[in-house]
């Protein structure tokens, strides 16, 4: 089978962010930038598919000229095939599901698992894989945790809130959003970083887009108050603070 | 403007319900599968979809929701965040050509333009976005909806909308409990949280209990989950659930970057713990230092006072 999967390039989450003059924008300039942890989980799935059916994995990621690298990430861990989808716009998850969709419809429909990360750890929109879904009218899945083949379906685990788990069983194309605990995605080996630099990687561009919204301002959160230490034994602290969550901050 | 609003009966939808009727102008109310469920004595209208149960289906709730959309034409559809709204609200707002926003921690209008405050990079920063795009999609973090008085519960207009199943590519939906679980952490108030220093496992139950007094759901460390002391669904952090309760109890955990970026969002934090250097203590707004065999039965005594 034929897999394709979308990732994004995101600033690494251990970044301490600056901003720039104004407080609109962050400066990047610093940034180490990584695969974003979700898409890693897709990317791992459908290579381990591929490991399984000899089928071919194609990834593609929408962005700045620095998102090659993260590409090329990819296909050192195994993928086939790379698009990359120039532009230096900052494109919310609609817009880049538009792009991809607009770019690549002939290839996507032929491909019969498209797979991507439940969200982007940056601006956490987690719009992209249900509105690729749509523009392909396709099923989508998010939340995946455990993908099984059955002989004219799929079923699929959905991990949602409260330790509930969905299975689903779905016939037809699909586009999953994979999670957290699906599998552990593998580090890129040496010769597989020696015969990355040899697949191929093809360069489109996007055009430009009305942005939905502005940024007006940017903020860190506020700092706390520094810590009160409470003392005394453990009766004596746990009166003193029963107190003041009662009556200096009712929050009991 | 004009806000069509998802009101689930599994939520705290009183408060989203106050929330909405004090930001638009014009409101109405929908739910569905929910028959029995109270309303308070509103005069917007209120639909309810007579699907036979309110489950989650991806294709049914696409559908009702996007007939209720082309009916009522709204400016903003709100919903609260969670994973079936995010699950079927992406692909409506495409098919819309809506513009969508989740992870909202807080909505305002202002000279008729729509402000949107959400996180970024998982909390370490705070944007206010303009909205440009309307119509739009908001789903709001049920954690940052505002406490509210206690509403009357009253006997509003309701007007009921048929539904009918029909064949779509999902054959089937199963749920089953991957583990005993009672409050949630994603949307709790409180929030007891346990790391490495409660020992072993069966400690957990001492959280438990102080869960229990303050009606508080039970979180964990990343160390304790990776030790399968609890399941990984009551992790806090960054590769945990992301919490912002009123009350965060930190007991017996160090403190580590990974867990505080996970708990940044707490009104106020409590952490106990024997060592008085730990980390945690940093970014608390009271910290005990001490036993947490002794600090919790205290303090579970002392709570049940009353
Ligand atoms: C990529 C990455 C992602 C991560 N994501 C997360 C995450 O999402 N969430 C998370 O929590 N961690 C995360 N971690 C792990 C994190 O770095 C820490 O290892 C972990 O949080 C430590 O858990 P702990 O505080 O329970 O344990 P420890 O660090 O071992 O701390 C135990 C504490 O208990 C105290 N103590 C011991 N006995 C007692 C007693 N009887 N009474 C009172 N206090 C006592 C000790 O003084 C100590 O401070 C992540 C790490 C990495 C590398």
């Known amino acids: ?252 | 403007m004009k806000a069509l609003v998802f009101i689930e009966s599994s939520s705290d939808y009183f408060k989203l319900i106050r929330y909405a009727q004090s930001l638009f102008e014009e409101v109405c109310f929908f739910t569905i599968g929910s028959e029995d469920m109270l309303w308070p004595d509103i005069s917007s209208p209120i639909f309810r979809v007579l699907k036979k149960d309110s489950s989650y289906h991806p294709c049914y709730f696409s559908k009702i929701v996007s007939d209720l959309y082309d009916q009522e034409k709204p400016d903003v559809l709100l919903a609260l965040d969670h994973s079936s709204n995010r699950d079927f609200l992406p692909g409506l707002s495409m098919s819309k050509k809506a513009s969508f926003f989740s992870d909202v921690s807080e909505v305002r209008l202002q000279d008729h333009s729509l402000f949107i405050q959400k996180p970024l990079y998982t909390g370490k920063l705070s944007a206010q976005l303009k909205v440009l795009q309307k119509p739009c999609v908001i789903l709001l973090n049920p954690s940052a909806l505002p406490l509210t008085q206690k509403y009357e519960k009253g006997t509003p207009q309701i007007q009921d909308i048929p539904f009918e199943p029909f064949d779509t590519p999902i054959k089937k939906i199963t749920r089953v409990q991957s583990s005993q679980v009672k409050k949630q952490i994603n949307s709790a108030e409180k929030i007891v949280s346990g790391g490495r220093g409660m020992g072993e496992a069966k400690n957990f139950e001492l959280l438990e209990k102080l869960a229990e007094t303050i009606s508080a759901a039970v979180g964990a460390s990343r160390a304790v989950v990776d030790a399968g002391w609890v399941p990984h669904h009551m992790q806090v952090g960054q590769t945990g659930t992301l919490v912002s309760p009123k009350l965060y109890i930190a007991c017996g955990i160090s403190g580590a970057i990974q867990h505080l970026v996970g708990i940044q969002g707490a009104q106020v934090i409590v952490a106990i713990n024997k060592d008085a250097s730990a980390p945690i203590f940093k970014k608390s707004n009271y910290g005990l230092v001490g036993d947490v065999f002794e600090i919790i039965p205290a303090l579970i005594k002392e709570l049940s006072k009353a």
């Open chain 1, 1 to 252: 089978m034929n897999y394709f999967v979308c990732l994004k390039q995101v600033p690494d989450t251990t970044t301490r962010f600056q901003l720039k003059e104004g407080e609109k924008e962050v400066d990047l300039s610093a940034v180490k930038w990584v695969i974003n942890p979700y898409d890693e989980f897709a990317l791992e799935e459908a290579i381990q598919w591929s490991e399984k059916d000899s089928g071919k994995v194609e990834v593609c990621a929408v962005g700045p000229a620095q998102t090659k690298e993260a590409l090329r990430t990819a296909l050192a861990m195994g993928a086939h095939s790379g698009v990359h989808v120039h532009t230096e716009q900052s494109l919310d998850s609609l817009q880049t599901a538009q792009v991809i969709f607009d770019s690549l419809s002939e290839k996507l429909k032929k491909t019969d698992v498209i797979f991507c990360g439940r969200s982007a750890v940056d601006w956490n929109f987690g719009a992209f894989g249900g509105a690729l879904a749509q523009l392909l009218n396709r099923t989508y899945i998010s939340l995946a945790v455990k993908i099984e083949k059955k002989e004219n379906s799929l079923e699929i685990l959905r991990s949602v809130e409260g330790g509930l788990v969905e299975i689903l069983e779905v016939t037809g194309p699909v586009v999953i959003s994979v999670t957290k605990g699906i599998n552990t995605p593998r580090y890129p080996s040496l010769p597989g970083i020696m015969k990355a630099k040899n697949k191929p990687i093809e360069t489109l561009s996007a055009p430009s887009f009305e942005p939905h919204f502005t940024v007006e301002h940017l903020s860190f959160p506020k700092p706390r108050p520094s810590v009160q230490m409470i003392e005394g034994t453990a009766d004596e602290q746990a009166q003193k603070l029963v107190r003041l969550l009662k009556e200096k901050e009712q929050v009991l």
